[in-house]
């Protein structure tokens, strides 16, 4: 079986395009996250000819890997792009947030036209967030793209496309090629729970955004695997850590979809580490970020080929390390869109 790679430069976000051809009458195209708002032209731009080439009109699947704006941006203008044309779109939807966001949005607008909410819980909610001093820009974001989520899944309920939340137990039909590994049902369950009131999940998203912390200087003697393994790896948010994690076999070889999961959505996946040994080609988690790799990891996976997607979120140890173990890297950071093979 065929399988090629597209994944597009753009910035710190994830527009991935995959397409299986087992036969010239059995082929699957699918899209993984579309970047940001403003990149789905370039989306289409790529997957129009792939599409024409397996006489389709639009793709098979596509699957929003988590809410975050650099990952479900453009999709709703994508899906639109394609009439609607699309046999399934898999993506998480939790309801728990909705009144936790509609208060913060309320408190959020308020805050902007200088008005005072008389609403109890709403001074709860504000006096809590006025605690962290977050920025406008920070909340906005974590608003922003609960809102846009919502908006893309209402839309596609009314259009009448398939939807479906992408757990270990989903399969696409005819395709046993594609395997969820994550996130569990209980894991997922988990990261909504931990923190308690759905207020405490979008302050906790807000905070962990919020957090830019000093990274510890390297010595350039310094193993880069070992300066990873050093580096503090909290504060990966939970939206984050929900993160589809997707696994296609092509001619007995493994590609892996992570998505921004994190050391414990690996950790959560069934059956890990073997679950994740001898992964062919990786699409490196969270833009090549040293907070969602370790060593370990690498270890694990042994990967032959690894693709990042990232600027800002791109620490040089992880391609680094990544290149000690064998595996040949490739950044969107210089390389500009990237094709496998
Ligand atoms: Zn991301």
Redesign the pocket.
């Known amino acids: 079986m065929n399988i090629s790679i597209n994944m597009l430069d753009v910035n710190?976000?994830?527009a991935i395009i995959v397409h299986l051809e087992r036969s010239a009458a059995e082929q699957l195209v699918i899209i993984i996250?579309s970047g940001h708002k403003g990149d789905w032209q370039r989306v289409t731009t790529v997957t129009d000819p792939i599409l024409k080439k397996a006489n389709k009109s639009g793709p098979d699947l596509i699957i929003c890997?988590?809410y975050?704006a650099?990952?479900i941006g453009g999709l709703m203008k994508v899906v639109q792009h394609y009439n609607g044309q699309i046999r399934q779109v898999w993506i998480h939807h939790p309801g728990l947030l909705l009144e936790a966001f509609k208060l913060a949005s309320s408190v959020l607008r308020s805050e902007k036209a200088g008005q005072q909410l008389l609403l109890s819980e709403a001074s709860a909610f504000k006096s809590t967030l006025l605690a962290y001093n977050l920025s406008y820009e920070t909340k906005q974001l974590v608003l922003e793209s609960y809102e846009d989520m919502l908006e893309f899944v209402n839309f596609l309920q009314s259009s009448g496309i398939q939807t479906r939340e992408p757990f270990p137990d989903i399969s696409f039909p005819g395709w046993p090629e594609l395997k969820v590994l994550g996130p569990t049902r209980t894991f997922y369950g988990s990261l909504l729970d931990r923190l308690g009131s759905p207020a405490n999940v979008l302050i906790a998203e807000m905070l962990e955004i919020s957090q830019n912390e000093k990274k510890r200087s390297r010595q350039i003697q310094t193993d880069p695997c070992l300066f990873l393994d050093s580096q503090n790896k909290s504060g990966v948010t939970a939206v984050?850590q929900a993160s589809v994690i997707l696994e296609i076999t092509a001619d007995e070889k493994k590609y892996l979809f992570t998505?921004?999961a994190s050391l414990e959505s690996f950790n959560n996946i069934p059956n890990y580490p073997e679950s994740l040994r001898d992964i062919f080609w990786l699409k490196v988690a969270?833009?090549g970020s040293q907070k969602n790799s370790t060593f370990q990891l690498f270890n694990i996976m042994s990967c032959k080929h690894a693709f990042i997607?990232?600027r800002r979120?791109l620490d040089e140890e992880v391609a680094e390390c990544l290149t000690k173990k064998g595996a040949v890297v490739r950044t969107t950071k210089t390389d500009g869109d990237l094709v496998f093979p």
Request: glycine fraction near 18%; charge should be negative; avoid cysteine.
């Open positions: 710190d976000g994830d996250d890997t988590h975050d650099d990952h984050n998505g921004d969270h833009h997607s990232g979120h």
